[in-house]
């Protein structure tokens, strides 16, 4: 007596699931990544309820280090530093050919005046607009 099963076993499964776990972790992952802060550096910008709607599109960040007395200048959220002599043939050649050549200071709320004028003198010579950034209020 031969008893014969009526059900068979498919040996297919279904990918449905697996595309919406990778969906998911993909949008998890996009989401994630537009919170990483862009600059390398960490500075503590003074506040001001001003906004700006004009884009740089060079940053100059000055990073100020009280024990040390000294200062390092970084172009674009470099995390090397360079030396002041260095800013102004960088930022020309980045600014070479822009319409509206427009640069951003980012100044730690430490650094000294001097510095964030030393940088406003080099917009000025190249006749360049300047950004002040600051954290909102």
Do not use: C, W
Request: glycine letters at 2%; hydrophobic letters at 40%.
């Amino acid at each position: 007596m031969a008893i014969k099963r009526t059900t068979k076993v498919d040996p297919s499964f279904s990918m449905s699931s697996m595309t919406d776990i990778v969906f998911l972790l993909l949008i998890f992952f996009l989401v994630t990544s537009t919170l990483v802060n862009p600059n390398a550096l960490k500075l503590l910008l003074p506040k001001s309820t001003g906004q700006v709607s004009a884009k740089a599109t060079v940053s100059v960040s000055i990073k100020h280090y009280p024990e040390q007395g000294t200062v390092s200048y970084h172009v674009n959220g470099s995390s090397t530093p360079i030396r002041f002599d260095e800013i102004e043939p960088q930022v020309r050649a980045l600014l070479d050919g822009e319409d509206d050549p427009t640069f951003s200071i980012y100044a730690d709320e430490t650094v000294p005046v001097k510095e964030v004028v030393a940088l406003m003198n080099i917009a000025k010579r190249n006749h360049y607009k300047v950004i002040m950034a600051t954290a909102p209020e």
